[in-house]
């Protein structure tokens, strides 16, 4: 059974930084594409970072590039997402989210081309 598990979340000052991990589990090999959105409430939910992990190319999103980057630990099973300069304004719930095949045609930040979700994790970054 495919399952993703975040960790790495909580509390920090404007200009900190945090590493989240999201370790996958199911797929039957690396070739699977991961993606981190972050929503609050009453708003979409946004797409922040994009990594197709069999070829490791990425994409981040405008709001977060330079700041945010995401990887792949292939040995651990986990995608990261290392959040750095963090601003008030990045305070949300993290989702890691994974499928194992994306069209060419797919924007990487459209959440319903994500079958695999974990629970979230909360970020919050004070002035």
């Known amino acids: 059974q495919l399952q993703l598990v975040e960790s790495g979340g909580g509390s920090v000052q404007a200009g900190g930084s945090l590493r989240l991990s999201c370790a996958v589990s199911g797929f039957t090999d690396n070739r699977y594409h991961s993606a981190w959105f972050r929503q609050v409430p009453g708003k979409e939910r946004e797409g922040v970072a994009y990594i197709n992990v069999g070829a490791g190319t990425t994409y981040v999103a405008d709001s977060v590039k330079g700041r945010f980057t995401i990887s792949q630990d292939n040995a651990k099973n986990t995608v990261y997402l290392q959040m750095n300069g963090l601003r008030p304004e990045d305070t949300a719930v993290y989702y890691c989210?994974?499928?194992?095949?994306?069209?060419?045609?797919?924007?990487?930040?459209?959440?319903?081309?994500?079958?695999?979700w974990g629970q979230g994790t909360q970020v919050t970054v004070s002035p």
């Open positions: 989210a994974a499928v194992s095949a994306l069209k060419a045609s797919n924007w990487v930040f459209n959440s319903r081309n994500y079958a695999y």
